[in-house]
């Protein structure tokens, strides 16, 4: 089950996030996958593409049982976007927002997985994102809207690749959004650096620190009030070395 194959990859990303394995006596096993009706040529699909013993699913990292927080990235070379596209099929959504904003979504208890989609959307649009899990369900709520959600969606879902028919034609139909005139664009997120953490701390004035870094006084008592209450950590010690 070669995963450089994008079918292949893209159904393991599917199965990681919608699939269940179940453990038999021996090399026997069990693997079930719910899928709406309407999608069921999907799972015909799959069973076209699965002539394996079920071990090398979870040779590849499929676990059996339980498996929301501990499945990752395969650690073999595997076809990226369409492992992805599998994971956003099971898990994700795309389409339009209650304001007709393009959008990419994907709910995942893992941390590999989502930490995964963050750096791979990364190199696409440019955006980057910060992980947090929700209060509420305790899972990742990784979003894209607008123009980072057009040019995800035209990479994940590209012409002629295996998906749920919904959602490529969703995916599709992301191009023709076009931002209003007049809408403002976000700037881009500007990361701290630990060079910055430590002048911030140095300084230790929010005015100062602002004048000299070239953000805003605001930004620097955030950030200071962040590394003063262990919210985030405190920069490394620069080495004699490097002073």
């Known amino acids: 089950m070669d995963l450089t194959v994008p079918e292949y990859a893209y159904m393991f990303g599917f199965l990681q996030a919608d699939g269940h394995l179940a ?19 999907l799972l015909r699909r799959f069973q076209q593409l699965t002539p394996y013993y079920r071990t090398a699913l979870n040779d590849l990292g499929l676990p059996y049982g339980s498996k929301s927080r501990t499945v ?13 596209r599998g994971v956003v099929d099971a898990d994700g959504s795309v389409g339009r927002t209650s304001k007709g904003f393009p959008f990419v979504s994907l709910t995942t208890a893992s941390t590999a997985v989502a930490a995964y989609l963050c750096f791979y959307a990364g190199k696409v649009t440019g955006s980057e994102r910060t992980l947090k899990r929700n209060a ?5 709520n990784v979003l894209y809207t607008k123009e980072n959600a057009q040019l995800l969606a035209a990479d994940l879902y590209y ?9 490529q034609a969703a995916a599709d139909a992301l191009s023709t959004w ?7 664009v976000a700037p881009a997120r500007r990361r701290w650096t630990a060079h910055e953490d430590r002048v911030l701390l140095r300084l230790d004035d929010d005015a100062a620190a602002a004048a000299e870094l070239g953000r805003t006084e605001k930004s620097c008592c955030i950030r200071r009030w962040r590394l003063r209450t262990g919210r985030t950590p405190m920069p490394a010690p620069v080495s004699p070395s490097r002073k």
């Open 23 to 41: 453990q038999g006596v021996g090399r026997k096993g069990r693997l079930t996958v719910e899928i709406n009706a309407k999608d069921v040529g």
């Open 72 to 84: 990752a990235p395969p650690t073999v070379a595997f076809a990226r976007r369409d492992y992805l």
């Open 136 to 140: 509420r369900d305790d899972v990742y």
């Open 159 to 167: 012409d002629g690749c295996l998906s749920l028919e919904r959602k």
């Open 178 to 184: 076009i931002r209003p005139a007049g809408m403002r």
